[in-house]
């Protein structure tokens, strides 16, 4: 079975930029999280979606947005890109609205110049 | 401040030696999760911890639950090289909803 799919693997931007990236969940799993992590940092939580609804936002600005599709795939946009946003982007799946049993992806590499 | 404290940062260990990584907050965790990263990858859940007391065994890996779940340990008995990698904890918070809060994490280093 596949797991949890991103894409894509590695991105260069420039600042103000726009990014998408996007994440196929695990079949099955109805919920998408989305974590960015910074070099020498955990996990942090950005947005969690449910059935289409969003169900949590972490401490991020409105530059960064998403959004959960039919399929329960999921895209992450962030606008007007900082240095600042130059991280390890993590999506995560679970069969339920839960924080727990969280399956995650490899991840998608953003490096803003 | 951090919600969530591990220590230590970083351990670098010779192959056959035990350790200890630690995990602890001021505020009391509803549940809480051990994660494995390798560079490139993104973490793999090992356990979750619900009661407090609790005490889970995965194979040479142990985990513990602080009795007033507000910290957490995981030892690793004779380390392999296997074993190198960002250890994560992850606690859920009553008053977060469904936030996973993470640790910086303990980079792991076992050399043969």
């Known amino acids: 079975d596949a797991g949890v799919t991103q894409s894509p693997t590695h991105l260069i931007k420039t600042r103000g930029q726009h990014v998408t990236l996007r994440c196929s969940p695990i079949?099955?799993?109805?919920?998408v999280s989305w974590y960015q992590q910074v070099l020498g940092q955990g996990p942090q939580f950005i947005f969690q979606y449910y059935e289409k609804e969003e169900r949590g936002r972490g401490n991020f600005p409105d530059r960064f947005s998403a959004r959960q599709f039919p399929n329960y795939s999921s895209e992450l946009n962030v606008n007007a890109l900082l240095l600042g946003d130059s991280a390890l982007y993590l999506c995560?799946?679970?069969?339920?609205?839960?924080?727990?049993?969280?399956?995650f992806g490899s991840g998608t590499q953003l490096s803003v110049l | 401040t951090q919600l969530l404290e591990q220590s230590p940062q970083f351990l670098s260990i010779q192959e056959g030696e035990n350790l200890t990584v630690y995990c602890n907050s001021s505020?009391?965790?509803?549940?809480l999760q051990w994660y494995r990263q390798e560079p490139g990858e993104g973490p793999v859940l090992l356990v979750t911890?619900?009661?407090?007391?609790e005490v889970k065994k995965l194979k040479r890996l142990t985990f513990q639950f602080g009795d007033a779940r507000k910290d957490s340990s995981l030892h690793i008995t004779a380390a392999q090289t296997g074993d190198t990698g960002l250890y994560l904890c992850?606690?859920?918070?009553?008053?977060?909803?469904?936030?996973?809060?993470f640790g910086a994490g303990t980079i792991l280093r076992v050399k043969s």
């Open positions: 995560a799946s679970s069969f339920e609205d839960s924080r727990e049993k969280l399956f």
């Open positions: 992850a606690g859920g918070f009553m008053e977060y909803g469904n936030k996973l809060v």
């Open positions: 079949s099955g799993h109805k919920s």
């Open positions: 911890v619900v009661t407090g007391g």
């Open positions: 505020s009391v965790f509803s549940s």
